[in-house]
């Protein structure tokens, strides 16, 4: 009997789980919508629309330094100057994870460097995967934190990373 009763309590709490891990989060329900426009700002170049998606004090973080950049204007900047360095950037989300007023995603980005930047264009391809969080605040994006691999990225476009050289050289 005490094995029947265990068994039942052990399947119920499995079933429990099961089921509301395959629903959707109210969570994602709310954010992803917003999310969908803001990757859209990054693969497109065009921002329609942005002061509904980006909060007034948005600030991006990016690696090495995650130095703040603030403002949709600063942003759309930053969007534009990548844009311009690699025409084709694209970025494809491989996986969302919702919190009530966060989102980590796992996301790949691939480019050509045909354009000016902040080195001349090299014509090279680049694929780099890397992460963010994004905070959201008032119903809109507040922050976003990118890390990715920089040494990968400049590697696949042929820069080298050369030791500095010692006294003995």
Same mark, same amino acid.
């Given at each position: ?45 065009? /921002? ?17 330094? /995650? ?103």
């Amino acid at each position: 009997m005490k094995f029947l009763i265990r068994s039942i309590i052990i399947f119920s709490f499995l079933a429990a789980l099961f089921l509301t891990g395959c629903t959707k989060s109210k969570h994602s329900e709310k954010l992803y919508p917003l999310l969908e426009k803001y990757v859209e700002y990054w693969n497109t170049g065009e /921002f329609m629309g942005i002061e509904g998606t980006l909060h007034p004090d948005f600030e991006l973080r990016m690696t090495p330094e /995650f130095r703040p950049e603030k403002g949709i204007d600063t942003f759309q900047e930053n969007v534009i100057k990548w844009r311009t360095a690699y025409p084709d950037f694209h970025i494809d989300i491989k996986e969302w994870v919702f919190d009530s007023d966060k989102v980590a995603g796992l996301w790949t980005i691939s480019a050509t460097n045909t354009g000016p930047g902040t080195h001349p264009p090299t014509g090279k391809h680049i694929k780099v995967m890397g992460m963010s969080i994004i905070h959201f605040e008032e119903g809109k994006i507040r922050d976003e934190w990118i890390a990715s691999n920089n040494l990968l990225w400049m590697t696949q476009l042929g820069f080298k990373l050369i030791p500095p050289k010692t006294d003995s050289e």
